[in-house]
């Protein structure tokens, strides 16, 4: 059983959420040292 | 106050904000563009929360809340997809391509880009019709949701929150075009978040925590905390495919790329448009919860206005309608603009040859706005059961009509015309036929359609010949 009485399989739905906030920022951050200055 | 003044005073100053912002806009509308993607000058922010915005209508938030209840936790996983594949990875593989390809080709619209794209009436006709018909379909399942939650809040007849939600949309959106859709849907945005946060704070403390809400879940049926629960394998996969992978189609949620100001802001709206997405998963948790409050609603679909009745203060269920309220217009209203380019630029004007001044493009584009808007008001008012399925049906049908061709006409370029006519055709056909038969081992229509449509694009593109090479330039490139 995961936090909150949640079993891990389903707990994992919360950590996929998180997970997707943090692709988008590591995405934001790689991308604009990468690509500088296109419009 | 009564809690029906409540409701009745913030929905009247949130509604009249909103015609506010359609007038304003309106003064902006110089041509066709401007009515469309609002001239392509819309900043990050405003994009991507209207994307999110547009993406969760109240069919999302009543008919996830419906779903939560009906299957349990396990119904998490649709929100959390939805915020990987319908928002980050959407915005990371289509955003910048979309906006390149069609600022290049100067299209307005997803069939004005395939047209473009393969170089092809048909494929300009088919998705003009697809979109036109069956986003009325959705409003219908929008406007049925504004409808339920007016019944149930404010006692008003059910019709009656139909026709005021839907006559509010229709003003504002042929008032201020695009411009407005995207204004509105940004103010919106925050009002569903703070209606979707208050609710979930209420519901948790109501039942005594998460960890509680799950114990009492738990006890009325094991299988309603666990991944796939009641529901099973094939339901909640396919459901939550449909609902993620399937926005990709969507024209309503792609045209957002068409109109941002620049490719280099798509890398703020991508983390915006995610973080806001996020609250995707709230219904699912406050429907789940509903569950254990409210054992005996005969209509699942009723689970989260119910809620709201009991564990809000009258500001706070005013403040959740109100959100609920915005969820559903920011779509419909986005449907409108859709539905009038299909109609207007790809049909009279594209399709048909008729030329248009700028000006008459505007008012015939304002006038097939506010048919639609009448003709989906007209329908809801006497509504098919079952909010979400009737979405979903036609979410597969646009998707399975829209989604390879797209998606594979921005990344690659030996899909021929005929290659991409024949996967659209195939994709329809089959998501149709599919649901007509009922749908088969729990499979939503959108799978057999999306793997019908791939087959058909992969094995005609191989047997037709390709398209010309300047062509394919000045499509991948700029240069012909």
């Not at chain 1, 995405?27 to 604009?32: F, G, K, T």
């Not at chain 2, 789940?288 to 809620?307: G, Q, Y």
Request: a positive charge; glycine letters at 12%.
């Amino acid at each position: 059983m995961g936090p909150f009485g949640t079993p891990w399989m389903t707990f994992a739905a919360w950590i996929v959420t998180g997970c997707s906030v943090l692709l988008s920022i590591l995405w934001a951050v790689r991308s604009s040292r990468g690509e500088g200055d296109d419009r | 106050m009564s809690p029906s003044a409540v409701y009745g005073l913030v929905l009247a100053l949130y509604m009249g904000m909103l015609v506010a912002v359609g007038w304003v806009t309106s003064r902006r509308m110089r041509g066709d563009e401007d009515y469309y993607l609002g001239g392509r000058t819309i900043g990050p922010w405003v994009t991507s929360l209207s994307y999110v915005a547009a993406y969760f209508s109240s069919v999302v938030i009543i008919g996830g809340g419906g779903f939560g209840y009906r299957y349990g936790m396990a119904t998490l996983w649709i929100g959390a997809i939805n915020v990987l594949v319908g928002c980050t990875l959407a915005w990371i593989v289509l955003g910048r391509r979309i906006r390149e390809f069609t600022g290049r080709l100067a299209v307005m619209t997803v069939p004005g880009f395939l047209a473009e794209r393969y170089r092809s009436r048909e494929a300009r006709f088919l998705a003009a019709l697809v979109v036109a018909l069956f986003l009325i379909v959705y409003n219908v399942g929008i406007l049925k949701g504004m409808g339920h939650v007016f019944e149930v809040l404010m006692g008003m007849p059910y019709w009656v929150g139909v026709l005021v939600s839907g006559a509010i949309i229709v003003v504002y959106v042929s008032l201020g075009g695009y411009l407005a859709v995207v204004w509105t849907g940004f103010l919106q945005a925050w009002v569903m978040g703070a209606g979707l946060i208050l609710l979930t704070v209420g519901a948790l403390k109501a039942v005594g925590g998460l960890t509680a809400a799950n114990a009492a879940l738990a006890s009325v049926n094991p299988e309603l905390i666990r991944t796939p629960g009641p529901w099973g394998w094939a339901g909640l996969i396919s459901f939550t495919f449909v609902f993620s992978f399937g926005v990709w189609g969507m024209p309503q949620l792609v045209v957002r790329f068409y109109s941002i100001r620049s490719v280099r802001l798509l890398r703020v709206g991508t983390v915006v448009a995610t973080i806001g997405g996020s609250m995707a998963v709230l219904p699912y948790l406050v429907g789940a919860i509903a569950r254990v409050l409210h054992p005996d609603l005969a209509n699942p679909d009723l689970a989260i206005p119910t809620l709201t009745k009991h564990v809000l203060s009258p500001w706070g269920g005013a403040i959740f309608l109100a959100g609920v309220i915005a969820a559903g217009m920011s779509t419909f209203a986005s449907i409108l603009i859709i539905t009038s380019g299909a109609v207007v630029r790809d049909v009279v004007q594209k399709g048909l040859g008729r030329r248009l001044s700028d000006r008459s493009a505007v008012r015939a584009s304002r006038s097939v706005s506010i048919a639609v808007g009448l003709v989906s008001v007209a329908i809801a008012i006497r509504p098919p059961d079952l909010i979400l399925v009737l979405t979903a049906f036609s979410w597969a049908a646009i998707a399975a009509t829209c989604l390879w061709p797209l998606l594979l006409g921005l990344y690659v370029r030996w899909v021929t015309r005929a290659g991409a006519v024949a996967s659209m055709i195939a994709g329809l056909v089959t998501a149709l036929v599919w649901t007509g038969i009922g749908s088969p081992f729990g499979v939503h229509g959108f799978i057999p359609g999306m793997a019908a449509s791939l087959a058909a694009l992969v094995t005609v593109s191989r047997a037709t010949p390709r398209l010309p090479e300047h062509h394919l330039e000045r499509v991948f490139s700029g240069e012909a």
